[in-house]
């Protein structure tokens, strides 16, 4: 038995079978329509149960519907940066995190159009706990990433989630996406924590150093940018618990509804950048001989600059970072019109006689312009 058992995607061979379980699924038959409309259920029923590997069921049915969802929901995807990914390499793929199921689908509808293999991705077991949705997950190439385990649990958790990212990489040849963080960025402010980077690092040889087994990962950060999260309205109630410094527990169908929302819901224009691999920086960071726990910092502070420069900014941050300062710092950046659509969003969504939410939503949406141009300013400095 595999010692990635409870975590792994499924094999090939498991394809056929876990799509007979769920080919009456309502779910599934809703995806199916969304994707294929003008056909008959008969139609994909036949062309799934032909289907026997995760490549053919991505292909064939996963990518048609992103393309679909795009179509209807967004004003088109762009991307820069993929010229720099070699075809036959694999990349450990870290990024930032906005939305719980488009920021991967993104990334490999765009790596499939380029010529280049697809990843295994990341998920949290709150986001499978229905079976229809562990199924779909598994046959999309999710790995499972266990949430809320008691510290000898997790640590034992964490060790297995770094041993499959290191066999996927370096046994499999396969590419591997990872957040940054925990959870999906919520108030804009993009940074790696520190705690996952440790977790990766988990299943370097015994006596070497981290950061030569971070360059045998090929790490390259990726920055994904939606003009309009369309969960935005969604994340208000745990920012502002946040910022009231209570617990925020979340509703029982929370994170489906989110799931839902930031597929259904307008994005207007969305940006995915490829960073550059970072070996080369790697290699000066171990040159400068500091101390491990400084080099890890090193390490941290280099994925979030590479996350931050590549990060897009569309009108609506630049439109929220002047409505939160109350200037007119970056009104070249947008049109009147774009401003206009913006803040009727922002007025219907948001109670504005609640300072707190005010600040918390623009802020959302502000903190990418604020976090870029202080990088810029480091850098020129």
């Not at 986001?127 to 385990?149: E, Q």
């Not at 971070?214 to 935005?232: A, C, G, H, Q």
């Not at 913006?342 to 969504?349: L, M, N, S, V, W």
């Amino acid at each position: 038995m595999s010692p990635f058992e409870d975590i792994r995607p499924y094999y090939d061979i498991e394809v056929n079978q876990a799509i007979r379980e769920i080919l009456d699924h309502p779910m599934l038959k809703a995806m199916m329509n969304f994707t294929f409309p003008d056909h008959e259920d008969s139609y994909w029923k036949d062309l799934m149960l032909h289907c026997h590997s995760i490549r053919d069921f991505q292909i064939n049915f996963i990518y048609p519907g992103v393309k679909k969802v795009l179509e209807k929901s967004s004003n088109g995807l762009t991307t820069s940066g993929f010229e720099k990914l070699e075809k036959d390499t694999s990349y450990l793929f870290i990024s930032n995190h906005r939305d719980i199921i488009l920021d991967t689908s993104l990334l490999n509808a765009s790596l499939f159009e380029h010529g280049l293999f697809m990843t295994t991705s990341a998920i949290g077991d709150n986001l499978v706990k229905k079976p229809f949705l562990k199924h779909l997950s598994k046959m999309t190439r999710n790995f499972i990433i266990k949430r809320g385990l008691p510290a000898r649990e997790l640590l034992e958790s964490s060790r297995t989630v770094s041993a499959f990212i290191r066999h996927s990489l370096l046994r499999e040849n396969r590419s591997v996406w990872i957040a940054q963080r925990e959870g999906r960025t919520k108030d804009g402010n993009d940074m790696t924590h520190k705690g996952v980077l440790k977790m990766i690092g988990m299943a370097s040889d015994e006596g070497e150093h981290f950061l030569d087994y971070f360059k045998r990962l090929n790490v390259v950060p990726i920055s994904i940018s939606y003009e309009y999260d369309p969960t935005d309205m969604l994340k208000m109630p745990e920012l502002l618990a946040k910022a009231n410094q209570e617990v925020y527990v979340k509703g029982e169908n929370e994170d489906f509804n989110t799931l839902l929302s930031g597929i259904i819901g307008q994005k207007k224009r969305i940006h995915i950048h490829v960073g550059d691999c970072l070996n080369d920086r790697i290699d000066q960071i171990k040159e400068n001989n500091q101390g491990q726990v400084k080099q890890l910092q090193a390490l941290t502070d280099l994925i979030d600059d590479q996350i931050i420069l590549g990060y897009k900014l569309w009108p609506t941050k630049y439109i929220a970072h002047d409505l939160l300062t109350g200037t007119a710092q970056y009104s070249s950046e947008y049109s009147p019109e774009e401003k206009a659509l913006f803040e009727a969003r922002f007025r219907r969504g948001v109670d504005q006689k609640n300072p707190l939410a005010v600040r918390s939503f623009l802020a959302m949406y502000a903190n990418p312009v604020s976090n870029q141009k202080r990088l810029l300013e480091e850098i020129q400095s």
